[in-house]
Nanobody, 127 residues
Framework: QVQLVESGGGLVQAGGSLRLSCVAS????????MGWFRQAPGQEREFVAA????????TYADSVKGRFTISRDNAEKTVYLQMNSPKPEDTAVYYC????????????????????WGQGTQVTVAS
């Protein structure tokens, strides 16, 4: 089992940058595919990005491709989401999630595919 704690959210100006972190506790962090999702008020939670266990393969939602970068440090049990040039429509609660699997697929984009979730961190992008 793994517990996830996000941090780094806050208020950012459009066009600025922000980095979210998600620290995992428990064993075998490197056995999990890690993902980021977000949920805006009144909307369903949606996929943002995911990263493979150890070889750096990634997949992104079209809405953030080219602006956001997911990365991980297995030694530090941490996954990051670098948000560059954020837009007001990126305002949401951001959640990290872990999927226990030996594989990676660019189709790991659905909530039900992930086993563990953090509590979320609020990101507000001001115009």
């Amino acid at each position: 089992q793994v517990q996830l704690v996000e941090s780094g959210g806050g208020l950012v100006q459009a066009g600025g940058s922000l980095r979210l972190s998600c620290v995992a506790s428990g064993r075998d962090f490197s056995t999990y595919v890690m993902g980021w999702f977000r949920q805006a008020p009144g909307q369903e939670r949606e996929f943002v990005a995911a990263i493979s266990r150890s070889d750096g393969r990634t997949t992104y939602a079209d809405s953030v491709k080219g602006r956001f970068t997911i990365s991980r440090d297995n030694a530090e049990k941490t996954v990051y989401l670098q948000m560059n040039s954020p837009k007001p429509e990126d305002t949401a609660v951001y959640y990290c999630a872990a999927k226990l699997t030996t594989y990676f697929s660019p189709y790991y984009t659905k909530e039900y595919m992930y086993n563990y979730w953090g509590q979320g961190t609020q990101v507000t992008v001001a115009s």
